[in-house]
């Protein structure tokens, strides 16, 4: 069909407005006052030097301040904003006109989110399992981890701002109920909270043991991805099928 947008340039036009909304200096500063919290404490923390086991103390730290608060709650911020900003606002009608699939609208608006996420995530992360003093083991284990967790969360949440109002307070309470409290109490809803999969990597690669770590590295690394895969083909059918005029 002639005058169709290709894949790849529908993927680079959406790229390029939804980066451009997304990049906010409220939302920016906010997330990177987190992330320096979470370094501050990293650098509290290795000073103090007081523990018997530096990687235990290290690896409990990147978890708990990085993979419970600081990577779903950047991914969720920037991800449900990607696609739900342009809803509200109406300027994904501007997208929906233009004669290309939908799949590709989707794929930018994730890639815009994870162009954010990443490096306000993997940057104070990265920075935090360094000075902790816990070895070069935590800190690959943190860059895997980070990269996983956020390509997960993002795909996740680009699906929720699409599909629901008041993304961000549906996103935290996935974040705080499900993944913070229910995952504990039954391996179905540990399977469905991509903190496990996280913590999971952090002990496959340090050694030690984390609630919900319990899952080989490979099914850690490769569950996530499939599941993002999964959020984002769930997305284009339901950007297909909404009306967005």
Known sequence: MSGVVPPVAAIRLTYRVVLRQLITRGRVAALLLVGAVV??????????DTTSDPT????????????TTLVPIVALVFASAALGDLREDGTLVYLWLRPMDRWPV???????????SLPLTLIPLTLSSAVVGSGSGLIGATVLAGI????????????AGLMLKNAIVWGLGY?????????AFGSFAAKLAIRGYTRSI???????D??????????????PLLAAGVALALASIRLRSMDVA
């Open 39 to 48: 370094t501050v404490v990293a650098v509290a923390v290795g000073a103090a």
């Open 56 to 67: 235990e103390t290290g690896v409990r730290l990147i978890s708990d301040l990085g993979f």
């Open 106 to 116: 989707v794929v930018g608006a994730w890639l815009a989110a994870l162009t954010v």
């Open 148 to 159: 996983v967790g956020v390509v997960a969360y993002s795909a996740v949440f680009v699906l």
């Open 175 to 183: 974040v705080l109920i499900w993944e913070g409290i229910v995952a």
């Open 202 to 208: 952090l002990t496959a690669i340090t050694d030690v």
């Open 210 to 223: 984390l609630d919900l770590g319990d899952l080989n590295l490979t099914i850690a690394v490769v569950m």
